[in-house]
Nanobody, 127 residues
Framework: QVQLVESGGGLVQAGDSLRLSCVAS????????MGWFRQAPGKEREFVAAISWSGGFTYYADSMRGRFTISRDNAKNTVYLQMNSLKPDDTAVYYCAAREGLSTARTMGVPGLYGYWGQGTQVTVSS
């Protein structure tokens, strides 16, 4: 089992920045990749970014590329999401997820392939 705990969310103004953190604990040796997803009210959960644990290869949803940056600290079992130039449309609950087994670029954004999820952290961006 793997436990994920997100932090760093909050209420900010448009144009501000936030840095989300996700700490993994438990059977982390079985984790090969981690990612971030978000879900706004009335919308489906969407892929934000992902990173492989070994090589550090990063993947981004087209709509997030350029403003968001994912990174990791293997020693701390932590993944980060740097969010810059936030917009009201970024308002959502952001979830950290971990997956076991090898991943491909094509499947990085598929929620069903991630077996472990955090509780989510709320990000609210005001106009």
């Amino acid at each position: 089992q793997v436990q994920l705990v997100e932090s760093g969310g909050g209420l900010v103004q448009a144009g501000d920045s936030l840095r989300l953190s996700c700490v993994a604990s438990g059977r982390t040796f079985s984790v090969y990749g981690m990612g971030w997803f978000r879900q706004a009210p009335g919308k489906e959960r969407e892929f934000v970014a992902a990173i492989s644990w070994s090589g550090g290869f990063t993947y981004y949803a087209d709509s997030m590329r350029g403003r968001f940056t994912i990174s990791r600290d293997n020693a701390k079992n932590t993944v980060y999401l740097q969010m810059n130039s936030l917009k009201p449309d970024d308002t959502a609950v952001y979830y950290c997820a971990a997956r076991e087994g090898l991943s491909t670029a094509r499947t990085m954004g598929v929620p069903g392939l991630y077996g472990y999820w955090g509780q989510g952290t709320q990000v609210t961006v005001s106009s």
